[in-house]
């Protein structure tokens, strides 16, 4: 027995080899159990759970970016043989100015820039109870990041004012269709690009229907007035950009053989000849003024120590006067009877008495001296302060000139009302000149007419308009799909004409020559013409909105 179970023990496998067995068996397992976990990923790894049980989440896909849809025909309609500058928009961006046209019934919002269409996208406007207004608006404040102030805080992000009371361009929710309490909502993806398209001022158009802007030319319109300048002979190479030129009113050079070119520049460069000459004037006024301060302070400092030495001269006087008017004091005296006669002695006056009246003369003398030299500090201390004030005035004028020319390097616009029977112009959000205007047949409405000056010409003497004309308040807000879709000729009421057109509206209008003097002389590219029925609106404020009108 003890034989039969040795060599049963002797055919066993060692341990060593039943370890080895088992860890084989082990590894198999598990590398089978893996494979199976990899061929079918769990429900975590389905559901986007990071990297469990050896699962890999797939990498993201490369989208390709999409490129901004450009309308051909709506570019070709701007100006003829320009279907590709909008193309060119696209990679180098957008020319100025960019203006923003939103149509409410449709729910999208067009971007033009001077060369005509650029892209489109959808919005979601004001719902019923809120709706937006429509009307002519520009961009009057910028924010990347903004919380609403009325409705507790809301995120704004890429916002775009338009209004004080509270309507805005901005990312959002864009269901298609009318959705918000009033602003414009943006795409996320599309509202940071808008951002970076526009500056503060540009043109906003809110239409209850779709419009675009026409090229446009007539009479009426102004044209800039190019002014000119004396350019010296080593700088006449210069750009009209980048000016170093002096007023034409300037002085001739005195080298008479190097008499300087004459060159006429737009209003914009213009403008910047003017801001660099009244820098100059303006270091030399401050340095006057400086000087004048000082001159003045000097002089009144001079005036008021002559004061205290008047003051002082007369208690000298009064002091030698009462010490004159003492009885000289005798070391015995004499008393005559009173049966003698006084006699005649003819006695001279003391040395004591002698002294005090030649100290009452010459405190006299001193007193005299002061009173006039007070005079003279006197007058030359308030003619140093009238110097003084008239360096601190030419300093201020010279400052409101250096206001000025940056006022003229922006852009110029105008507004005619009918409402308001007056024509208005504006620059830099600052009010410049206003006065009555005549409208023929004033009872007859005008319509809204916004005229845009986006291109000069080669020479600068004329310039490239557009008009916008907005829809009356009866034309329709339906969209365009809902037109399509609606059987009904009430569901959906086709936009009236409105009641004149580009070129009557100009034509019923007689433009005073000084209001057409002024315009030229600060027009160029950006500048505008509104022409209305309504008048101005309240939104508006004194030195920080454009022309804001209301049409709805």
């Keep these: 027995m003890r034989n039969t179970i040795s060599g049963a023990i002797s055919i066993l496998p060692s341990p060593r080899l039943v370890r080895s067995a088992l860890t084989v068996a082990t590894a198999l397992s598990a590398v089978l159990f893996t494979d199976a976990l990899l061929s079918a990923p769990p429900a975590a790894a389905q559901q986007g759970f990071g990297n469990f049980f050896s699962y890999q989440a797939p990498k993201p896909r490369r989208t390709a970016k999409r490129k901004r849809q450009v309308d051909p025909a709506a570019t070709q309609a701007a100006e003829p043989g320009k279907a590709g500058e909008a193309k060119k928009a696209e990679k180098s961006g957008p020319t100025q100015p ?34 937006t207004p429509t009307g002519v608006f520009s961009i009057i404040g910028k924010s990347r990041w903004h919380r609403s102030n009325i409705y507790s805080g809301a995120p704004m992000p890429y916002m775009q004012r338009i209004t004080w009371s509270g309507v805005a361009l901005h990312a959002g929710v864009v269901p298609g269709y009318p959705a918000s309490h009033g602003c ?7 509202a940071p690009q808008l951002f970076g398209m526009t500056r503060m001022g540009a043109r906003v158009v809110v239409s209850p229907s779709d419009v675009q802007p026409v090229e446009f030319s007539h009479p009426l319109l102004p044209t800039p007035k190019m002014q000119e300048v004396r350019v010296p002979q080593e700088t006449a190479t210069q750009t009209a950009q980048q000016p170093s030129v002096e007023l034409a009113s300037a002085e001739a050079s005195p080298d008479k053989t190097a008499a300087p070119e004459t060159k006429l520049l737009n209003p914009i460069a213009y403008a910047s000849v003017l801001k660099k000459r009244a820098l100059a004037e303006k270091a030399a006024a401050s340095a006057a003024e400086k000087a004048a301060l000082q001159s003045a302070q000097s002089a009144g400092a001079e005036a008021r120590q002559a004061a205290t030495d008047l003051d002082k001269a007369e208690a000298n006087l009064k002091a030698a006067e009462a010490k004159a008017a003492q009885p000289a004091a005798t070391p015995s005296a004499k008393v005559q009877p009173a049966s003698q006669a006084p006699t005649d002695t003819g006695a001279t006056p003391s040395p004591e008495e002698v002294a005090a009246q030649a100290e009452v003369a010459q405190a006299k003398a001193a007193l005299e001296q002061a009173r006039t030299a007070k005079a003279e500090k006197s007058a030359a201390a308030f003619a140093a302060v009238e110097a003084y004030k008239s360096a601190a005035a030419r300093a201020e004028e010279v400052g409101d000139l250096i206001d000025e020319a940056e006022r003229r390097s922006e852009q110029v616009s105008v507004l005619i009302s009918r409402k308001e029977g007056r024509i208005f112009i504006r620059q830099a959000w600052k009010p410049v000149w206003e006065a009555p205007i005549t409208i023929r047949d004033p009872e007859r409405p005008i319509g809204t007419h916004i005229y845009s000056a986006v291109e000069p010409s080669a020479d600068g003497a004329k310039m490239r308009w557009t008009v916008i004309t907005m829809p009356t308040a009866k034309a329709s807000t339906a969209s365009s799909r809902d037109r399509k879709k609606s059987k009904s000729a009430e569901a959906s009421p086709v936009a009236v004409e409105p009641p004149e057109t580009p070129a009557g509206a100009l034509d019923r209008i007689e433009l005073p020559d000084d209001a057409r003097q002024r315009i030229s002389e600060l027009l160029w590219t950006g500048g505008s013409l509104v022409v209305t029925d309504e008048p101005r609106s309240p939104e508006m404020s004194e030195n920080a909105t454009d022309f804001i009108v209301l049409t709805r």
Excluded: C, E, K, M
């Excluded at 409410?104 to 005509?116: C, E, K, P």
């Excluded at 414009?184 to 599309?190: D, E, H, V, W, Y």
């Design 184 to 190: 414009i909502r943006l795409p996320a993806g599309f």
């Design 98 to 131: 960019v203006s923003i046209i939103v149509s409410l019934g449709d729910q999208h919002a067009s971007i033009y820039d001077a060369n005509g269409f650029v892209t489109r996208t959808r919005v979601s406007t004001g719902q019923a109870g809120h709706r």
